[in-house]
């Protein structure tokens, strides 16, 4: 059994020095003692002595890391990141040996720990590297995983949906949509059922609603929401003429939004020992806001599971505040886990780029470059008011948010920070300090609460503001 994991592992990585090294294609700046270490630690991989090979990996990772980490981002030479791909995969593949063949009678949890850590050396080389070799780091991370979730005695244990009992994910529908009967992928009899008629859908709305914050929003400035309107409509009416609008019943199809699919469990059985990086503190701008790398399921045990169970205890107000909140926010998760891209679907809409241009010459490469990131947290997460450089479709999988917009036109009122953080009002939205910002006063705005199903179209520089009102996963296609 572990023998086969072996063999496909290493059926992925290059079998010879040229072809390894061959990944450092760029001009590199790497001095001859790097050079000579990372020769030391390919012989040893090709020579099957994996625990030398981590030894001379160690010190080569920390050095690469030391080059990423200094400077600006964008300026740090390419060859770092692809030196910390190649030296991940080779220490990655190696561990996984290690952990396996070598490791047979040191019992299932020693086994299932040094696998966990191959899987974060993949994904250390993906979140900082360059992808080699066809993406091998995704592949190598999605094959150990897929390893552990199929032999009971690795499984993650399963995700307690609430302390409860309850399911995480039931949001109450708004008015205007109370008759939108959306038609959902079944997941359970793979058929398209109209939500409500099929048997499955309905044991799923019987189930009790989670506590939601009820928000009342006016109705002068509720935003409109339309029922998937055709391109041409949305072209015109909304993406030329920089209007904001809740798009209904255009997710439907989504394998994530069948059976509503993406729930703790799943999460977790998909990802749960993939790392990722979680931003702690109640929003970025505050001092106290930092960044952390954990695994899927450390960051559902640590912030939603616990949350959720603080939320329902009577005394749980004064805990709570204790506690930061954790957000997986602005993350390119679906590229670091192709198997969850299967689960979304880029909106149709995205082919019409920021001018409008409904050539269809340039719409494959167009949908290319859509940005898409996931957003997952528990309820309380705030993106503060900000704006972005591109067209905007927040579309809502899981739970629901507050979102506030102030047109572009509204900038002069909002106070932007000074520097880098130009993007970023200085102002809290939902409570501000008229004393220190009093133009704020003439700021008005346009609101409302995403539900499930729903996306949002934020236009390309419009202000936003964005409170999740339950546990939640949004993802933002951005796109030109
Ligand atoms: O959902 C959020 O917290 C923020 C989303 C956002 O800012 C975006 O999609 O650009
Ligand atoms: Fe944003």
């Not at 063949?101 to 299932?112: A, H, L, P």
């Not at 799943?266 to 503190?281: D, H, M, S, W």
């Amino acid at each position: 059994m572990a023998a086969d994991l072996v063999q496909n592992v290493m059926a992925a990585v290059p079998e010879s020095n040229t072809a390894l090294l061959g990944c450092l294609t760029t001009p590199n700046e790497m001095a001859p003692s790097v050079n000579s270490l990372l020769s030391r630690a390919v012989e040893s991989f090709l020579s099957k002595e994996y625990d030398s090979c981590v030894q001379l990996c160690e010190p080569l990772l920390d050095l690469t890391w030391e080059k990423l980490n200094t400077g600006h981002w964008k300026d740090v030479h390419l060859c770092w990141r692809y030196l910390y791909s190649l030296v991940s995969l080779l220490k990655g593949a190696s561990e996984v040996v290690i952990a396996t063949i070598r490791s047979e009678n040191t019992g299932n949890d020693v086994i299932k720990n040094n696998l966990a850590n191959s899987i974060k050396t993949f994904d250390m080389g993906l979140l900082m590297g360059a992808p080699i070799f066809g993406n091998v780091l995704s592949k190598l991370s999605l094959h150990v995983h897929d390893w552990l979730g199929t032999n009971s005695s690795f499984q993650t244990p399963g995700a307690e949906l609430t302390s409860s009992g309850k399911k995480l994910i039931q949001s109450d529908n708004l008015t205007e949509n109370e008759d939108a009967k959306s038609t959902r992928l079944c997941c359970q009899c793979s058929e398209m059922c109209k939500e409500g008629n099929c048997e499955h859908f309905e044991n799923i709305s019987k189930k009790p609603k989670m506590e939601i914050t009820n928000i009342k929003i006016k109705s002068k400035n509720q935003i409109k929401r339309v029922r998937c309107p055709s391109m041409e409509l949305f072209r015109k009416e909304y993406l030329c003429s920089k209007h904001p609008v809740i798009i209904t019943d255009a997710m439907g199809h989504w394998p994530a939004m069948g059976c509503r699919r993406w729930s703790l469990d799943y999460l977790k059985k998909i990802a749960g020992y993939r790392t990722v990086p979680i931003e702690i503190g109640s929003k970025y701008t505050d001092d106290k806001w930092t960044q952390k790398l954990m695994t899927v399921s450390e960051f559902i045990d640590q912030f939603i599971t616990a949350d959720m169970s603080r939320s329902n205890d009577v005394t749980g107000s004064r805990l709570k505040q204790d506690k930061p909140v954790g957000y997986l926010a602005q993350h390119q998760l679906f590229n670091q886990i192709p198997e969850l891209q299967d689960d979304i679907v880029i909106p149709d809409y995205c082919v019409l780029g920021g001018t409008g241009s409904t050539n269809p010459e340039t719409s494959d490469d167009d949908v290319e470059e859509v940005d898409i990131n996931a957003w997952f947290g528990p309820k309380g997460t705030v993106s503060p008011l900000h704006h972005d450089p591109k067209e905007n479709f927040l579309a809502q999988v899981v739970g629901r948010k507050y979102i506030r917009l102030y047109s572009e036109v509204m900038t002069p009122y909002l106070y932007p920070h000074d520097g880098f953080m130009d993007n970023t009002s200085q102002v809290d939205a939902v409570n501000p300090d008229y004393a220190k910002f009093p133009r704020f006063k003439n700021a008005t705005y346009r609101e409302c609460v995403l539900e499930e199903g729903e996306m949002l179209f934020i236009p390309q520089k419009c202000w936003h503001y964005v409170r999740s009102l339950s546990v939640s996963f949004s993802v933002s296609f951005w796109w030109k």
